[in-house]
């Protein structure tokens, strides 16, 4: 499954559409939370899952002095983050690494984010177990993602065949992460379920964005299944707002936890 998602991220890189996925408020929101929690505006912050950089590049306009590490399994992902963060002063590190397989020696950072990763995490209490290990002392870890129930409220996973059976069974519920957090001796400081729509101008640009296969779901499906369901989905979008804009809600899941 690993290569799958590595060739997945690898062929999207250059048409990454962070924005389409969730509201720049949101993120922004999410990041002041996570920012509150950390030591000063120099910090060690390590990216779980980083793709093209832009929630750390985000995280960076709002404290400069930051010092970044970004992993992500997708080299693809690695470049479009290092031409992101080409001018960046300091200069974040950059880990070629699946987030399954993390491994550091010691502790690390004052912080560590997540931004809608951990559908990827195979096993989350030892995933956070590796997060506790990287961290310092007090360090903070900020989980941002998407549970089985806040899934239902998309679109897409409302009209797209066989989507939602995929996706539902890689995502954590907000209950097993709080139980697999408290497990690894962290301590849950701030939890919060956020809401957000995503304005399309209206269903040929919605499904414009659908058919670039955006989502990592997609990975699993094979091109004659995904061509089918997707026609199915264009009707039933055609139908639904034939005209006007188009107002695609979600819901994230945000919990923070020190160590």
């Known amino acids: 499954m690993t290569d799958q998602f590595k060739a997945f991220f690898n062929n999207i890189a250059s048409q990454y559409q962070p924005l389409t996925r969730y509201s720049v408020e949101t993120l922004d929101c999410s990041l002041d939370r996570f920012l509150k929690y950390l030591p000063s505006e120099c910090a060690s912050v390590l990216d779980l899952g980083a793709g093209d950089g832009y929630p750390a590049s985000r995280l960076m306009a709002k404290h400069p002095r930051l010092h970044l590490s970004l992993l992500d399994l997708s080299f693809e ?88 059976a995929i996706e539902q069974l890689r995502h954590y519920p907000d209950n097993k992460v709080c139980l697999a957090l408290k497990s690894v001796n962290f301590s849950i400081i701030h939890t919060e379920v956020m809401d957000y729509h995503i304005v399309y101008s209206g269903a040929p640009e919605y499904l414009n964005f659908i058919d670039s296969r955006p989502f990592s779901g997609f990975a699993q499906m094979p091109d004659e299944v995904y061509r089918k369901s997707f026609q199915i989905f264009s009707a039933i979008i055609r139908k639904l707002f034939p005209y006007g804009s188009i107002h695609s809600p979600g819901r994230l899941r945000l919990i923070i936890a020190r160590r």
Do not use: W
């Open 77 to 164: 992902m690695i470049k479009a983050a290092q031409v992101r963060f080409a001018r960046a002063n300091p200069t974040p590190r950059f880990i070629l690494a699946d987030l399954n397989d993390i491994n550091f020696e010691g502790s690390s950072f004052d912080g560590a984010l997540s931004c809608c990763t951990l559908q990827f995490v195979r096993e989350i209490t030892a995933f956070l177990q590796k997060i506790r290990s990287a961290l310092l002392p007090n360090g903070i870890v900020c989980l941002l993602f998407y549970d089985p129930e806040d899934l239902r409220c998309q679109l897409i996973h409302k009209y797209f065949p066989g989507l939602h």
